[in-house]
């Protein structure tokens, strides 16, 4: 089975950095996506890993650590437009399907 | 591009009726379709993954009798709610994957807010 863990709620002000945390346990893993959803929306793509290290995309970083099981997404020069909850999830090996974590819900404050 | 559509957007139903939800990939063929269920601040639960031409496949401790999944073209994927109860209220999100794209891309649609009375 697939189990992934994020914390539940992060607050942060306006233009300073913030690190959303994801460890996973699955039976198959072929790498770590990450989303973002606003309230009622769908969710939207953001970064992919398949490999270890740091995926750059403009304001939004995104890192895997494959042997320990674990990544971030890293939000810089935060908008108040950010203020969404995020998903990881990773993408299980053997079937090319994905399953989410629990969301952390990013608040944003001027 | 890769725009994913579903209709209806809302819809209430009475308990014990049938409920269909379309999920189309409106400028791009899809071979796999996935749906899944979010409550209220919660996750996305993965339903069952609907492949073009053959039977889905459920997760495990989805009712496939109840959840009936169709995916007759490359562009089209029904979800089917039978007998619906007050417990299927829920959002009800579809994804699809662009046999042509990136294989870990996958676009949603905009959802369909189903509620049972």
């Known amino acids: 089975g697939q189990s992934l863990e994020q914390p539940s709620e992060v607050t942060a002000v306006e233009g300073a950095i913030v690190q959303i945390n994801c460890t996973y346990q699955?039976?198959?893993?072929?790498?770590l996506s990450w989303y973002q959803q606003h309230d009622g929306g769908a969710p939207t793509f953001l970064s992919y890993n398949g490999l270890d290290g740091l995926e750059e995309t403009g304001r939004f970083s995104s890192f895997l650590s494959r042997s320990d099981s674990y990544g971030y997404l890293l939000l810089q020069e935060l908008q108040m437009k950010d203020s969404a909850s995020y998903f990881c999830?990773?993408?299980?090996?053997?079937?090319?399907?994905?399953?989410f974590g629990s969301g952390t819900k990013l608040n944003v404050k001027p | 591009g890769a725009v994913v559509s579903q209709h209806p957007s809302r819809v209430i139903c009475k308990s014990g009726t049938s409920v269909k939800i379309e999920c189309r990939s409106l400028d791009f063929q899809a071979t796999t379709m996935f749906w899944y269920r979010q409550f209220p601040k919660q996750s996305l639960m993965l339903m069952a993954t609907s492949n073009e031409g053959s039977k889905a496949t459920y997760e495990q401790g989805v009712e496939k009798d109840k959840f009936l999944i169709n995916h007759a073209s490359l562009t089209l994927s029904t979800l089917t709610v039978t007998s619906a109860h007050p417990e299927d209220s829920s959002f009800y999100i579809c994804?699809?994957?662009?046999?042509?794209?990136?294989?870990?891309?996958?676009?949603f649609g905009p959802g369909t807010r189903l509620t049972v009375t």
């Open positions: 994804s699809a994957r662009d046999q042509r794209g990136i294989s870990y891309e996958q676009y």
């Open positions: 699955t039976s198959g893993f072929y790498g």
């Open positions: 999830a990773v993408r299980d090996y053997n079937f090319n399907k994905f399953y």
